[in-house]
């Protein structure tokens, strides 16, 4: 029984070790739905390490962050963004309506390499 536990808990710790060891990839998700959220993803860029990959998502993070602040619209529209944990979501608004006329959120997430964040196919068997 003893050893039943051992090797289980040693299975358990396997994956840690092996992702932390592992090479990172910093994919970009861009959404244009503020309902659904249904992010595109595409690779950015890949890392050694994960703290290497953390450190250009903050990079990117900040770079958009900065895109949106001098982002200028016309004097119809109102540019708002709010940086989030992630990323950073950018609305304009058509100040006579009232009404949103674009929603969109940009995120930045680190994966171990061969995580696939993308939706498989509906299609796929």
């Not at 992702?19 to 890949?46: H, K, P, Q, T």
């Not at 962050?65 to 989030?84: C, D, I, N």
Request: glycine fraction near 4%; hydrophobic fraction near 45%; proline fraction near 6%.
């Amino acid at each position: 029984m003893i050893r039943l536990v051992i090797i289980a808990a040693a299975l358990l710790f396997i994956p840690v070790a092996s992702a932390a060891d592992c090479a990172w990839v910093l994919w970009s998700g861009v959404s244009i739905n503020e309902v659904v959220r249904d992010y595109g993803w595409n690779v950015v860029d890949a890392y050694e390490k994960h703290p290497e990959c953390i450190r250009a998502a903050t990079k990117k993070v900040n770079a958009e962050l900065e895109e949106a602040k001098a982002y200028q619209v016309g004097p119809e529209s109102r540019h708002t963004y709010v940086p989030t944990e992630l990323g950073v979501e950018r609305k304009i608004v058509d100040i006579d309506k009232g009404e949103t006329v674009h929603w969109s959120s940009r995120i930045f997430l680190c994966f171990p390499a061969g995580t696939d964040p993308r939706p498989a196919p509906r299609n796929a068997r």
